[in-house]
């Protein structure tokens, strides 16, 4: 299985949600023996996916363009639309942040996918993975797995992961700059 994280940024600094959503991307890849990229996108966010990059990440995919400076809707999902069609990802992982809110659904409805919101957990049962949100205001937790074919989209709530326990690299994955128009 091949996982992409969409890590946020705006305006050149991390929303630290990101980290979260990568130690749980780090979990999952290593309990699949999947691989791992990290996506960077926006303008002049070279030295983000730089850091990035000191992650243990099979490789960083570096999103530019100048009508991404600032974050749109519109612009985000035209932008990672073509980037999930080049990268191919099985599984793609967003922090549950207001932004993500507000573009992810709409990616993923334009490649014809659902999406499982706000998820607290995940695991791997049986080589399926098994994704957990809570429900009716955090008074019941569902299991909720995908249908259909890849790529799938999962977002993570806040704190539902630790930032902290993200493995650094033993090298810096390399940076790979995807077009974009």
Not at 67 to 79: M, R, V
Not at 131 to 157: E, I, N
Not at 163 to 178: H, L, R
């Amino acid at each position: 299985m091949n996982i992409l994280i969409i890590a946020e940024q705006r305006e050149g600094k991390w929303n630290k949600t990101s980290f979260e959503t990568l130690s749980a991307a780090q979990q999952i890849a290593s309990a699949t023996g999947s691989k791992l990229a990290g996506a960077v996108i926006g303008k002049g966010v070279a030295v983000l996916a730089d850091e990035l990059a000191a992650s243990k990440l099979d490789e960083v995919l570096l999103v530019e363009h100048d009508l991404l400076e600032k974050y749109t809707p519109d612009g985000f999902t035209l932008a990672l639309e073509q980037l999930i069609t080049q990268a191919r990802p099985d599984l793609v992982l967003l922090p549950h942040t207001y932004q993500v809110r507000d573009f992810a659904p709409k990616l993923a409805a334009s490649l014809g996918k659902g999406m499982i919101a706000d998820c607290i957990g995940c695991r791997n049962d049986g080589g399926k993975l098994v994704f957990v949100r809570q429900m009716f205001q955090g008074k019941t937790a569902a299991d909720v797995t995908f249908a259909g074919a890849p790529p799938w989209f999962a977002s993570l709530q806040a704190g539902a992961f630790r930032a902290d326990q993200v493995v650094a690299g033993s090298a810096k994955a390399p940076v790979k700059s995807i077009s974009v128009e």
